[in-house]
């Protein structure tokens, strides 16, 4: 038997369970301002929607799911997701009015958050020339940035990535001695007004 005065409550190691529908190991919890959105819960969350437009024929439904099926498990994001191929979704629009009444609607439409299933899923809307793919994603579990890497792993006919970041490159002198001037009057502590 273990002492509680001497055991963490909190293990800084503790692996998460492994249960079907809950994160793998591998894919690190949500930090403090994720979890504050995610208990945003009800119909005012905040949910990233990224539409993206194309023209002409849509996909079949089916070869559409097919392909977030197979890729969906590769993204570290959506790994813990069971069968990523039933969040997608198919619906039709008889024009382009419809196709964007479709997309308010469901850009409002609240995750349910009480299960273990990552709140995301992508919606297949088909007009009479054109489509439109929306990922949609609970802000807590994917942010907009996020959302376009997905898009682009999901989406894309070949290997993709998203969008790149800027390369860093390494602050001048000048930059250095700047913020070093500014850390020590942070750290000073607050002045009287001169």
């Known amino acids: 038997m273990t002492d509680p005065a ?29 979890r504050a959105l995610l208990s945003f819960d009800g119909p005012q969350q905040p949910v990233v929607t990224l539409a993206l437009d194309f023209a002409g024929p849509p996909p079949a439904p089916s070869a559409f799911q097919q392909r977030i099926a197979e890729r969906a498990p590769a993204l570290p994001t959506f790994r813990g997701t069971p069968a990523p191929n039933l969040r997608v ?13 479709e997309t308010d609607r469901i850009s ?49 006919d070949t290997s993709a ?9 390494a602050p001048t002198a000048r930059a250095l001695v700047r913020s070093l001037h500014d850390l020590a009057r942070t750290l000073a502590g607050p002045r009287p007004w001169t």
């Open 6 to 34: 001497t055991t963490d409550p909190h293990p800084k190691h503790a692996e998460p369970p492994t249960a079907q529908g809950q994160l793998p190991v591998t894919v690190p919890g949500p930090n403090p301002l994720d």
């Open 89 to 101: 979704q198919h619906t039709d629009a008889a024009d382009s009015a419809a196709l964007d009444r």
């Open 108 to 156: 409002q439409l609240p995750f349910d958050l009480t299960g273990s299933v990552p709140p995301w899923d992508v919606r297949l809307i088909t007009g009479p020339d054109s489509f439109r793919v929306c990922l949609r994603a609970h802000h807590g579990f994917l942010d907009g940035v996020g959302a376009t890497h997905a898009a682009a792993a999901l989406l894309s």
């Open 161 to 169: 990535e998203g969008a790149r970041l800027h390369q860093p490159v």
